[in-house]
């Protein structure tokens, strides 16, 4: 169950989330991978978030920023088209050869660019535009990275940041953590903390961005490109 909601709200939202998942072999195959590795993954409901964010922004041109083995593209690959693209990063090679398999097996191979190495680096050597930006690399990094890519954001587009209310990492964090560290109380020696509160307060003062908090999953900011 999340952290961020009641029992109830979580049944519902996996019930919804569900029916996608269940409906795409491929797809529930990625979870059952997941699962078997203990490999962590946004998960359906934040996955169907990020489908709603790719539909919202009629986003035809996706960067993600940490990809593992391609879960989260997975979700948005329906939405860009035939003539669209994702961008997936990663710095493992394995992970990507399997993000590779999946989307090939689910038809979505040519709508994808796989890109091994460092996102940030590989993102500044992009032209863009992107419609919609996923971070899910170090926390710690989160700011970096949104500013490597804010300029290729078109006014409409969105950058979406997960893992930002709740992680079970060591020492991991939860929102009461991040309250009190976004109040002015110390993130002592957790980066991850620190890395999430610092972007908190920088997109939030970003010109040209209005952002907001989701509370889905272990939580995701979403920040879009108002001019």
């Known amino acids: 169950m999340s952290l961020l909601h009641t029992d109830a709200v979580d049944d519902l939202l996996s019930t919804l989330a569900s029916v996608e998942s269940e409906d795409d072999p491929v797809l529930a195959d990625m979870e059952a991978h997941a699962d078997r590795e203990e490999f962590p993954t946004v998960g359906r409901e934040v996955g169907q ?85 996923l971070l899910d690399h170090e926390n710690h990094r989160y700011v970096e990275g949104f500013e490597a890519v804010r300029g290729t954001v078109p006014v409409g587009g969105a950058v979406v940041a997960d893992n ?23 993130t002592g020696e957790n980066a991850e903390l620190a890395g999430i509160a610092d972007y908190y307060r920088h997109v939030r003062a970003a010109d040209g961005f209005e952002t907001t908090v989701l509370p889905v999953g272990e939580g995701l900011f979403v920040s879009v490109r108002t001019d």
């Open 49 to 133: 978030v990020l489908r709603l964010c790719a539909r919202l922004t009629g986003a035809t041109s996706v960067f993600e920023f940490g990809s593992g083995f391609g879960y989260s593209a997975y979700w948005v690959a329906p939405v860009v088209g035939p003539d669209g693209e994702i961008v997936l990063t990663e710095v493992d090679a394995d992970e990507l050869d399997q993000a590779r398999e999946y989307f090939e097996r689910g038809g979505y191979a040519s709508r994808a660019r796989f890109e091994q190495g460092d996102a940030v680096s590989l993102v500044e050597a992009s032209d863009g535009p992107f419609d919609l930006v």
């Open 164 to 186: 930002v209310l709740h992680s079970s990492g060591d020492p991991g964090f939860d929102p009461a953590d991040l309250d009190r560290a976004l109040s002015g109380g110390s």
